[in-house]
């Protein structure tokens, strides 16, 4: 069954400090995996495809088929990275993970 | 602030009514789906649909009933018989499915209370 993790509910960091969100899936076939974002008070957003191998916002996610993993990273958390984090698979029809809200800390 | 709506923002349900919640894209996209968030447990399918007049089940759609009859529009009716409605509901939509990876943009939400 497809299906997709993120062991940390909830991640705290310091500013400056290197962040790394987890996400792990199941699926067979190749996948199509993305992760969104919802900042307070605002609407969910795509973050980045791991398609696209873009950085955005100084994120970067690795798609590793071995590890079945995601993780999303970035080498120097901002407070404005505070956020509800979700990784999804899928292609059209998404199912996500459960969600981690990152906290950076002045 | 447009491409999709939802309304209203807040709404309040007594036990035993159906309430239906409003979901309006005008990004021309032909799918459109609805989720329902709860802590821990992050974003549900209930239903989606891919082309007007047609709309598949997802995960959690007991409880629940959709229609699609203009591409605009998707509004999601949570009926006496879903045992937990109380939840943030979130309509999203997307070009069409099934040809790679394509975004999804969401609404911005309707929280449901059962009173």
């Known amino acids: 069954a497809q299906r997709v993790t993120q062991p940390e509910k909830l991640l705290s960091v310091f500013k400056g400090a290197p962040v790394e969100l987890k996400c792990n899936y199941s699926?067979?076939?190749?996948?199509?995996l993305f992760w969104y974002v919802q900042y307070s008070r605002q609407r969910l957003q795509l973050l980045l495809r791991?398609?696209s191998r873009e950085s955005i916002k100084g994120f970067t996610a690795d798609l590793n088929k071995g590890e079945t993993s995601f993780h999303l990273k970035k080498p120097f958390a901002q407070e404005e990275d505070s956020a509800m984090y979700y990784c999804?698979?899928?292609?059209?029809?998404?199912?996500f993970g459960q969600g981690t809200e990152l906290s950076v800390k002045p | 602030d447009g491409g999709i709506t939802q309304s209203p923002k807040y709404l309040f349900r007594k036990e035993g009514q159906n309430v239906t919640l409003s979901c309006e894209q005008n990004?021309?996209?032909?799918?459109m789906y609805w989720y329902r968030q709860d802590p821990g447990q992050g974003l549900r399918l209930i239903y989606y649909?891919?082309?007007?007049?047609?709309?598949q089940k997802g995960d959690i759609a007991e409880g629940y009933s959709v229609s699609r009859e203009k591409k605009e529009s998707f509004p999601l009716t949570v009926t006496s018989a879903q045992k937990n409605p109380t939840a943030f509901y979130l309509c999203?939509?997307?070009?069409?499915?099934?040809?790679?990876?394509?975004?999804?943009?969401f609404g911005p939400g309707t929280r449901l209370t059962v009173l």
């Open positions: 990004l021309n996209h032909d799918a």
């Open positions: 699926y067979s076939g190749s996948p199509e």
């Open positions: 999804a698979l899928g292609e059209g029809k998404l199912i």
């Open positions: 649909s891919q082309i007007v007049n047609d709309f």
């Open positions: 999203a939509s997307s070009i069409v499915p099934g040809q790679g990876a394509h975004e999804q943009f």
């Open positions: 791991h398609i």
